[in-house]
């Protein structure tokens, strides 16, 4: 990979784990809801999950998909049944008090296997592949997932912050409940490259 492809795709890398997203948008609800240290898990998945999915794409899911044309359209129903089932978790997320005792953000292991089903993931790993990895092979899969897994966490952890630090403003109930329905409302919002595509 040259110079001038690792910059490019460095900077893809960063904007894409930093616009708005499924991923940002849960893990500023989780911050919000649960702090940081609570949400690192979901962090450290959905930054080694991303990054195990861009590997077993370019080792051969893709053309599994490209055969199968109708596998996409089940990835699509599935990506929509599960936005909308954690939408509604974040939208009725119990108060910050009762929170700390019976709530819990998403495992590791939950948020690593959400990659899967993620409309933005998706996009984001196809075109990185298609894009940046020209030779095609397991090393160059690897490099794209590598770089990934670096600039993504240092991006996604900023959007954690960011819903702690909201949190000093969310302790009345029903600012919580704002924000939270809020951030539901958005997440269903980015379905829309997948429910009406260009």
Do not use: C
Not at 9 to 21: H, Q, R
Not at 45 to 63: N, T, Y
Request: glycine share 6%.
């Amino acid at each position: 990979m040259t110079f001038e492809i690792l910059s490019a795709l460095i900077l893809f890398a960063l904007v894409t784990s930093a616009t708005p997203g499924p991923n940002n948008l849960m893990l500023m609800a989780s911050g919000a809801n649960y702090g940081f240290t609570r949400s690192i898990p979901h962090m450290l998945g959905i930054s080694i999950g991303f990054g195990l999915m861009i590997v077993l794409v370019g080792a051969g899911l893709a053309q599994i998909f490209d055969a199968y044309p109708v596998s996409y359209t089940i990835l699509k129903i599935l990506s929509v049944l599960y936005l909308s089932y954690l939408a509604w978790k974040i939208a009725t997320a119990a108060p910050l008090d009762s929170t700390a005792h019976e709530g819990r953000p998403m495992t590791f292991l939950q948020a690593a296997a959400f990659q899967w089903v993620n409309p933005k993931a998706w996009a984001m790993a196809l075109t990185a592949l298609s894009v940046y990895a020209p030779s095609q092979t397991l090393t160059a899969f690897t490099l794209v997932a590598v770089v990934f897994a670096t600039v993504n966490l240092p991006a996604i952890t900023a959007w954690t912050v960011l819903g702690q630090q909201l949190a000093r403003v969310l302790t009345n109930p029903r600012r919580l409940a704002f924000f939270n329905w809020t951030m539901a409302a958005l997440l269903i919002a980015s379905l829309y490259p997948v429910l009406w595509p260009a």
